[in-house]
């Protein structure tokens, strides 16, 4: 059953976070709501800009609805990742999409407003939820001053003043992480003292926290095993995402971590198996691995086990 993520959020805030994991194909579709299934956690399933071009955008809403279809179960938000404008309103005007985020967190303050609260009129419009992005989410550097590596963080004052403003229905902040396998350098980590502070001037507003995959050491040491060439890869301290929901993040996004399992698992297939070329062998593997994967993450953001509640909470 689709929800929007403001659904989800009621439930969870303040308790556990709901895992928001990006796809753009069937084996991961397909694992997502298996392991969301058996671990009996509510999920986000995440599209992005990227994934709408590979997959066609009609390719991916037919996936996802034959997946509604097969696991009758299964309690979940579809949500544009990073959207723009124009791809936030083909989104809304789709009837599909139950949230979009709009992301215009590189214009300026005022015109990031301006932007967000456009895209807020038209989503509310139609009943949908809007996720907008404050601060400027990118690796904050050891040699980079404190006041500047600050001053890319999301300003808690400005995080405030921007919710009024656009009326959005959840914040993107800027805390330390950033995209893909290459996070953080020396000692840095996820800065609590300005996620506090936003908390404490938005009590109760459901916060974000992209660039949130973990980059196991031990992933990455088994993909270069079977060939790979990753080198200093890191992520996000994933015991620290219950710290993070006690103080309002109620939506975890995580990509880079699911495109790590692929990898892993096809390169060990195609190096331990050299005579073979039938892809469903390595996609078989992929689904069962994928779906585990979500299970731990879901163990770890604590949504695991959480699907009943919800269910009881929106009446289904
Ligand atoms: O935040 C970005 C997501 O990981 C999506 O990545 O644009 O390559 O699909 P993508
Ligand atoms: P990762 O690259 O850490 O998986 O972050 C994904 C993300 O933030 C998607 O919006
Ligand atoms: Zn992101």
């Given at each position: 059953m689709i929800v929007t993520t403001a659904q989800l959020f009621k439930a969870a805030y303040g308790k556990y976070a709901i895992g928001a994991y990006n796809i753009n194909n069937l084996e991961q579709a397909i694992g997502l709501f298996n392991g969301n299934i058996e671990s009996q956690a509510p999920f986000i399933i995440q599209i992005s800009k990227g994934a709408r071009k590979y997959a066609g955008v009609r390719m991916l809403e037919g996936l996802i609805r034959a997946c509604e279809e097969s696991f009758p179960e299964a309690v979940f938000a579809v949500h544009l990742d990073h959207g723009d404008e124009k791809t936030c309103y083909d989104c809304i005007d789709?009837?599909?999409?139950s949230s979009v985020m709009i992301d215009?967190?590189?214009?300026p303050f005022e015109k990031n407003i301006e932007i967000t609260r456009r895209v807020v009129e038209r989503a509310h419009a139609k009943g949908l939820v809007v996720e907008a992005e404050l601060g400027m989410l990118g690796g904050v550097e050891e040699h980079v001053k404190v006041d500047e590596a600050n001053a890319r963080l999301t300003n808690p004052d400005q995080a405030k003043e921007f919710v009024e403003r656009t009326g959005c229905d959840s914040l993107a902040c800027a805390i330390g992480t950033s995209h893909g396998a290459f996070k953080f350098s020396?000692?840095?980590?996820?800065h609590f003292d300005v996620l506090e502070e936003i908390q404490k001037r938005l009590p109760g507003f459901p916060l974000v926290m992209h660039?949130?995959?973990?980059?196991?050491e031990e992933e990455v040491a088994r993909i270069n095993a079977a060939g790979g060439n990753i080198k200093g890869a890191k992520g996000v301290n994933e015991k620290e995402f219950a710290r993070a929901a006690l103080l309002g993040v109620t939506k975890v996004n995580i990509d880079t971590d699911g495109r790590l399992v692929w990898t892993r698992v096809h390169r060990e297939f195609f190096r331990d198996h050299?005579?073979?070329?039938?892809?469903?062998e390595p996609g078989e593997i992929f689904k069962k691995e994928y779906a585990a994967f979500i299970k731990h993450k879901n163990e770890m953001l604590g949504s695991a086990g959480k699907l009943a509640e919800v269910r009881a909470m929106i009446g289904k």
């Open positions: 789709s009837g599909f999409y215009a967190s590189h214009e020396g000692s840095q980590g996820l660039g949130s995959s973990s980059v196991p050299p005579e073979k070329f039938d892809l469903r």
